[in-house]
């Protein structure tokens, strides 16, 4: 079984009529579609909701009751939060935790500030890096830099899944590096 932590739940997960993964939006703003009929709840949370004069137990995932079209973004942006759990929140040059976010071909050489030229790094690893490369200093990268992708990651970002979101994402090796260190 993967290692996902019970997440504290701080959202729920909307998924459009056809199941597909839309977004994770508050569970108050969760509730709200369920009471006004636009979604119907799928898989419950923990807790129970209390109103006027209803109970309902906290929506963990959502369905939409009518399908919503939604421009496809194929483009993750580029975050620090994101490049963390990328990398697992591990340098890329030591292993040891990261803190930091270096680029591999530093920017004063022309390196880019993009997915494919940073990684997460420690202090130490950075400031001993400076303006060199990788190979100048005969170092190694432990992970490939490479820009995320899948319907988990563009649904989540850098959010912990709730693992009774898995049924609906794909919560594979990649984006359970997310759950475990986030
Ligand atoms: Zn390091």
């Known amino acids: 079984m993967p290692d996902i932590r019970p997440a504290r739940v701080s959202g729920a997960l909307v998924l459009n009529a056809t199941y597909e993964p839309l977004c994770v939006v508050s569970v108050r703003r969760a509730t ?34 009518r399908y919503v079209r939604v421009p496809y973004r194929t483009h993750i942006g580029l975050s ?9 929140w591990r340098c890329a040059y030591c292993r040891g935790p990261a803190e930091t976010i270096d ?34 200093l005969g170092w190694r990268l432990h992970t490939s830099p490479i820009a995320p992708k899948g319907v988990a990651w563009r ?4 959010r912990t899944p709730d693992p009774r979101w898995a049924d609906w994402l794909d919560l594979s090796s ?7 260190a986030a």
């Open 32 to 65: 709200i579609l369920v009471l006004t009929s636009k979604a119907v709840c799928v898989a419950d949370g923990e807790g129970i909701l209390h109103s006027a004069n209803d109970q309902l137990p906290v929506p963990s995932v959502v369905r939409l009751t």
């Open 80 to 88: 620090r939060r994101g490049i963390f759990a990328r990398d697992g």
């Open 103 to 136: 680029h591999v071909m530093p920017r004063s050489r022309g390196g880019r500030h993009a997915w494919e030229n940073v990684v997460a790094a420690c202090a130490r690893c950075n400031h001993t890096k400076g303006d060199k490369t990788p190979a100048e």
């Open 155 to 158: 649904v989540l970002g850098h």
């Open 174 to 180: 990649d984006s359970l590096a997310l759950g475990r």
